[in-house]
């Protein structure tokens, strides 16, 4: 171990609202407490309890950019986010079980889905999640035009743009209220803890405590 690994602060890149606020107990399993909260502050950087702990608050799709390129030691990002960015630079050693949700299929209600898929029409579908889509359709066997968008999923098949979409669901009142109907669940969603695979190495005595920390208070 370096010198200098040792003495440069532990950095965790966490997203503001539902990933921080159900971080928060796992932080405090291992002993860290914030000093600050990103829902009433500007500040992007946020000291803990430990000087040699900090949080950095990033969009949610940048945590693992953080953390592959280093800026970050540590960090908290759900699965859909990680299958988008591929994972390279990465451990991810810990499904934190947290900010569950499902990666769905949705539609309108009067849409036949599943006629639409039986007959091999060419769908098409809008979507954040690209490769998560292209990769359920593909091994479906699926002809699909994927439309890439950055949010209001739910708008696209109302407005003519898709005949479905691809999104995360977690109490279904978004698609209610959009008269779309869930028609395939693609898979479950959970955050993982992802870890810099050289910190992993050169900070490893004070990494350790706080990845066991964190999984145990999981297992609790
Ligand atoms: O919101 P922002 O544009 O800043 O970024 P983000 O949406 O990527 O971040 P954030 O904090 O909203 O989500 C972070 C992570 O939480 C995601 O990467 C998921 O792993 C997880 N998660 C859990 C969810 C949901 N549940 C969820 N319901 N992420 C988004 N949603 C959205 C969904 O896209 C849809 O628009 O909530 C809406 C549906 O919710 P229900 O309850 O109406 O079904
Ligand atoms: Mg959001």
Redesign the pocket.
């Known amino acids: 171990m370096t010198d200098t690994a040792a003495s440069t602060p532990i950095t965790i890149a966490l ?5 921080f606020d159900e971080t928060l107990p796992l932080l405090a399993a291992a002993g860290i407490v914030p000093q600050g909260d990103p829902e009433t502050s500007r500040e992007l950087i946020i000291a803990t309890n430990r000087p040699d702990v900090r949080v950095v608050i990033v ?3 940048d945590a693992p950019t953080y953390v592959q390129y280093g800026a970050a030691d540590l960090g908290v ?5 990680l299958i988008e960015h591929g994972g390279a630079g990465l451990y991810q050693p810990l499904d934190l079980k947290i ?3 499902r990666m769905m299929v949705a539609a309108p209600e009067d849409f036949d889905y599943a006629q639409a898929v039986h007959q091999g029409a060419r769908l098409k579908v809008a979507t954040k999640y690209v490769r998560t889509a292209r990769e359920h359709f593909a091994a479906k066997g699926v002809h699909v035009d994927l439309i890439k968008l950055y ?4 708008l696209a098949p109302l407005a003519g743009l898709a005949d479905a979409i691809v ?9 209610r ?1 959009n008269r779309l109907v869930a028609v395939e669940e693609i898979m479950p ?3 993982r803890l992802i870890v810099n695979q050289a910190s992993l190495k050169l900070k490893r005595e004070r990494l350790s405590p706080i990845l066991e920390a964190f999984s145990r208070a999981v297992r609790r």
Do not use: P, Q
């Open positions: 997203s503001k609202g539902r990933i969009r949610a799709t990002a759900g699965k859909d986010v900010a569950c949700c949010g209001s999923m739910e999104d995360l669901v977690s109490t279904g009142g978004t698609l209220a969603i959970s955050s």
